[in-house]
């Protein structure tokens, strides 16, 4: 018979039901009754923690789902795992990502449960723990922390993070002064809560919903609401009955949910990162991402969420308008039907019950969208033979378009270094090039692509330059910013042989980045590459594993050990 609740995976003594007496004779250390340790058991991962504000509701929300779950006739079992924000992680939270999927994933298949929630937020939390529990495949369901409220500086609407760099910027143009940036300071994050634009978690929220594994509604909610309290205590009533109902994971992370999330991605105008994190969901599901075919789904959906940085509007406005639930009623033709979600409902049926949106200037109509195109598309050429992207409903219509001079800084450093050197010799037309921010080269892939203006442009009033990287960007940047080169510099790919003077041309509309310099040349300076010096910090612990194993942006930035054996299937079909 299968095992359930505290009969699951016994701790090895060679003698079972030792294990399972002695195991129940250490939880009743902590006054549990029989009765209660005879429950279907669910996990709730604890990731709270005094370095991550975007969490800072987390005790509420974790009585709030045990409310829920012991209402269902559970028993709810708080856990930590690790946490990560994204200002306080060293070089960068993506380098911690894979981290804490594999603590995610050891901890849920070493601990007896037989459901969990995951309660995520802050950007890389919601990706590393789905990805944990896609290995898995026990009955999970995401719950996450919700966006912040927005602030106010001076009567101006202020949120985390696009008006964190839109101040910064104006602060390096001399427009604001060191009061002003101190007091904009203040206001930037009202409360706890993940940043109140279409950034990374909020991407990740959104498109966590469309995925199927969170509950109708409960991607917006603010973090300190009354709304938040409630999905947090239906999230532990749904898990209960994911274990009734037999609702494990591999019915519900299909290739129609990676479909419908890809949809919501492109429709939000969400953050490049979301791409990534997609990817690497989808490869600890045997599933590989079609660059090509998602560049062709882009295409065809439209960007109908007007937030920042694409728009103009904050979370809690979205959520008013109806959430995500009105997106997918406008996306309604464009998705798969048959997907099942965590509430044991199809797609199709969770349709039948939503409803149009509520406010139509924060959410448009496919008719009339704030961007006729889905907001990334995929670029090729031979500066990037293995692809890279734009956010293209983020950056200059002028600048889709361009060939420039390249102005190349050769890491971060020397980017640094030299970015505000009233001698930098840069002119508004140039193509900003920055290398060694890849996953190798950061390590970690930092996000970094969101170059600064050179300050003496910057001073010239210039707001936007064509920039290109291996690096990522936050979601709450905009720009028009070429991301992802893959190859990366830092393993031998075309952009480590870029030099200063060279011509680019970008062409978003062609879907094309051309180094324009001869073939033979670029073999030639190819061949010269010096062999990188190996580093002392590289050659022990987390960071090692980190460089011997991470796999490039085209694949996730996963490890190559925790992807599938088998890559079976492929997004989009
Ligand atoms: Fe946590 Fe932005 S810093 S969501």
């Known amino acids: 018979m299968k095992k359930t609740g505290l009969h699951k995976g016994l701790t090895q003594y060679g003698d079972i039901d030792f294990s399972l007496f002695l195991r129940k004779a250490f939880i009743k250390g902590a006054g549990y009754s029989d009765d209660a340790l005879d429950r279907p058991i669910v996990g709730i991962t604890n990731t709270g923690s005094g370095y991550n504000p975007c969490h800072g509701n987390m005790p509420q929300l974790l009585d709030a789902v045990k409310r829920g779950v012991m209402l269902s006739g559970g028993l709810p079992v708080e856990f930590p795992t690790i946490s990560v924000h994204e200002s306080f992680a060293h070089p960068t939270s993506m380098y911690l990502r894979n981290l804490m999927s594999m603590d995610t994933e050891e901890m849920l298949r070493a601990q007896p449960m037989d459901a969990v929630v995951l309660i995520g937020g802050c950007d890389k939390t919601v990706p590393a723990q789905l990805m944990g529990a896609a290995s898995v495949g026990i009955p999970a369901i995401q719950l996450v922390t919700g966006p912040m409220l927005s602030g106010s500086y001076r009567g101006e609407r202020v949120g985390a993070c696009t008006d964190c760099r839109a101040y910064w910027g104006r602060y390096r143009a001399n427009e604001i002064d060191d009061e002003g940036i101190a007091a904009v300071n203040d206001q930037l994050v009202s409360s706890v809560g993940t940043c109140c634009v279409m950034g990374t978690a909020s991407t990740m929220a959104c498109l966590t919903e469309g995925l199927g594994m969170m509950l109708p509604g409960s991607a917006t909610a603010p973090a300190v609401s009354a709304d938040r309290q409630r999905v947090a205590e239906h999230t532990g009533r749904q898990a209960v009955a994911m274990i009734q109902q037999r609702l494990t994971l591999d019915k519900v992370l299909?290739?129609?949910?990676?479909?419908?999330?890809?949809?919501?991605?492109?429709?939000?105008?969400?953050?490049?990162?979301?791409?990534?994190?997609?990817?690497?969901?989808?490869?600890?599901?045997?599933?590989?991402?079609?660059?090509?075919?998602?560049?062709?789904?882009?295409?065809?959906?439209?960007?109908?969420?007007?937030?920042?940085?694409?728009?103009?509007?904050?979370?809690?406005?979205?959520?008013?308008?109806?959430?995500?639930?009105?997106?997918?009623?406008?996306?309604?033709?464009?998705?798969?039907?048959?997907?099942?979600?965590?509430?044991?409902?199809?797609?199709?049926?969770?349709?039948?019950?939503?409803?149009?949106?509520?406010?139509?200037?924060?959410?448009?109509?496919?008719?009339?969208?704030?961007?006729?195109?889905g907001g990334i598309a995929v670029l090729k050429g031979n500066l990037a033979p293995k692809g890279a992207i734009i956010k293209q409903s983020a950056a200059s219509p002028e600048l889709m378009s361009h060939e420039g001079r390249a102005v190349v800084f050769e890491n971060a450093e020397d980017l640094a270094d030299r970015l505000d050197a009233p001698d930098l010799d840069v002119n508004p037309n140039d193509i900003l090039v920055l290398k060694g921010i890849g996953p190798v080269g950061g390590p970690g892939m930092p996000e970094a692509g969101y170059i600064p203006i050179p300050k003496k442009l910057a001073q010239q009033g210039?707001?936007?330059?064509?920039?290109?990287?291996?690096?990522?960007?936050?979601?709450?940047?905009?720009?028009?910013?070429?991301?992802?080169?893959?190859?990366?510099?830092?393993?031998?790919?075309?952009?480590?042989?870029?030099?200063?003077?060279?011509?680019?041309?970008?062409?978003?509309?062609?879907?094309?980045?051309?180094?324009?310099?001869?073939?033979?040349?670029?073999?030639?300076?190819?061949?010269?590459?010096?062999?990188?010096?190996?580093?002392?910090?590289?050659?022990?612990?987390?960071?090692?594993?980190?460089?011997?194993?991470?796999?490039?942006?085209?694949?996730?930035?996963?490890?190559?050990?925790?992807?599938?054996?088998?890559?079976?299937?492929?997004?989009?079909?």
């Open 462 to 573: 210039v707001h936007d330059m064509v920039r290109i990287s291996d690096g990522r960007m936050s979601g709450t940047a905009s720009g028009t910013i070429v991301l992802h080169v893959t190859p990366e510099a830092a393993l031998g790919g075309v952009l480590a042989i870029v030099q200063t003077g060279d011509r680019i041309r970008l062409d978003v509309a062609a879907r094309s980045l051309e180094l324009l310099v001869e073939a033979k040349e670029i073999e030639r300076r190819l061949q010269q590459l010096p062999e990188p010096a190996p580093r002392p910090e590289d050659q022990r612990g987390y960071r090692k594993l980190f460089l011997q194993s991470v796999l490039q942006a085209d694949q996730g930035v996963d490890f190559d050990f925790l992807q599938a054996t088998e890559i079976s299937r492929s997004v989009p079909s």
């Open 254 to 373: 299909t290739p129609a949910a990676l479909m419908n999330a890809f949809r919501v991605l492109f429709a939000i105008g969400g953050s490049t990162n979301g791409l990534v994190h997609l990817t690497a969901i989808a490869g600890r599901l045997g599933i590989k991402i079609d660059l090509e075919k998602l560049d062709q789904m882009s295409a065809e959906t439209p960007v109908l969420v007007n937030l920042k940085p694409s728009g103009d509007h904050y979370m809690e406005d979205l959520h008013r308008a109806g959430g995500v639930p009105a997106i997918l009623h406008e996306l309604k033709p464009l998705l798969e039907q048959d997907a099942v979600t965590v509430t044991g409902k199809t797609m199709s049926e969770l349709l039948e019950d939503s409803e149009p949106a509520f406010n139509r200037d924060v959410i448009k109509t496919r008719k009339e969208p704030i961007y006729v195109q």
